[in-house]
């Protein structure tokens, strides 16, 4: 029986396809709540649940951006700041490798073995606000570099390139292989230890 374009459906079908759209629904719920369940996935929503909560009730009612961000984020923080107070948009900013910071600034880094941030998130927090620039882009790009971090008796300072600095900088530089930079803290500690 063909039903008329002026004509409902018939009722069973309505039905039906409410039916099946319970089933999607419960579905749908089920394997969210298995994968909310499973211990990697439950440890991390409680981490950073919890996280979230320690901040709120450490700050109260400071509503200072500056004072969020710095406990937010720590050293990213740190870093990023200084990078904004003493760059401008058209310097380029030399991302170190990452092992020269480790063995040399580790002591700083001491309690995770680990100080120095991912060039994401060196990406992520500045923005346009400077150019970045890593030890694998070709020669006459790191010719432009204007700033780099550079450590002394383990602790990290912003270098500002002179001529006379340049040089040194570069040759310190090379000595470590750029290519792989984002270490976890326990390859950051791995690696301190193997160059003892």
């Known amino acids: 029986m063909t039903t008329l374009p002026h004509e409902s459906p018939a009722p069973d079908a309505h039905k039906h396809y409410w039916r099946v759209q319970s089933l999607y629904l419960l579905a749908g719920i089920g394997f969210l709540s298995l994968l909310i369940w499973l211990p990697r996935n439950q440890e991390w929503l409680t981490g950073t649940v919890g996280r979230f909560d320690e901040q709120r009730q450490t700050l109260g009612k400071q509503t200072d951006v ?71 882009a070709p020669d006459s790009l790191l010719q432009r570099a204007t700033h780099t971090f550079w450590v002394y008796e383990n602790k990290i300072f912003l270098l500002t390139f002179k001529p006379h600095n340049r040089t040194l900088v570069m040759n310190e530089f090379r000595k470590y292989d750029p290519h792989f930079f984002a270490y976890t803290p326990e390859q950051a500690k791995a690696y301190y230890k193997s160059t003892r």
């Open 66 to 136: 500056a004072t969020r961000r710095q406990k937010g984020y720590d050293e990213v923080y740190t870093y990023t700041e200084l990078i904004k107070q003493r760059c401008q948009p058209n310097d380029y900013f030399l991302i170190p490798p990452q092992r020269y910071l480790i063995r040399n600034a580790y002591e700083q880094g001491k309690k995770t073995g680990y100080n120095w941030l991912y060039p994401s998130v060196l990406y992520y927090h500045l923005g346009k606000s400077v150019h970045l620039l890593e030890m694998t």
